[in-house]
C-alpha cells in the first residue's frame, strides 16, 4: 500500500502493518470525538512514526497514486476531522 503523508511524501507499507495502525487509528478517532487536544496530538504523532518506521520511502520523484492519505503532523483536530471517512483514517 502506498501511503501519502501531507506535506512529506510518500511510503510503501506492507499491509501487515495495518492491525498496529488502526489502534492508533482507533484511539485517535475517540480522541478527536471527545475534544482531547493533548491526546489527539499524541497519538496523531504516534501513527505518523509508526507509518515512517514502517514504511518504505518512496523517493521524491515516484509519482505512484496514494491508496491512504494521512494529515501533516501539524494538522488541526478540525482539519483532520474533515478527513475522516467512517471507520476513521486507516480503513478497516
Known sequence: M???IMGEGQV???DE?????????D???AEMEGGDEE???RTLGALLEAVRRLGKPLP?????????????PEATLDEVKEML???GLIPG
Do not use: Q, T, W
Open 39 to 41: 491526546g489527539f496530538r
Open 27 to 29: 484511539e485517535l478517532l
Open 12 to 14: 510503501e507499507l506492507g
Open 2 to 4: 502506498i501511503v501519502r
Open 60 to 72: 521524491d520523484e515516484a509519482l505512484e497514486p496514494s491508496e491512504l492519505i494521512l494529515p501533516a
Open 85 to 87: 471517512k467512517d471507520d
Open 17 to 25: 502493518h495495518l492491525p498496529e495502525l488502526n489502534k492508533l487509528d
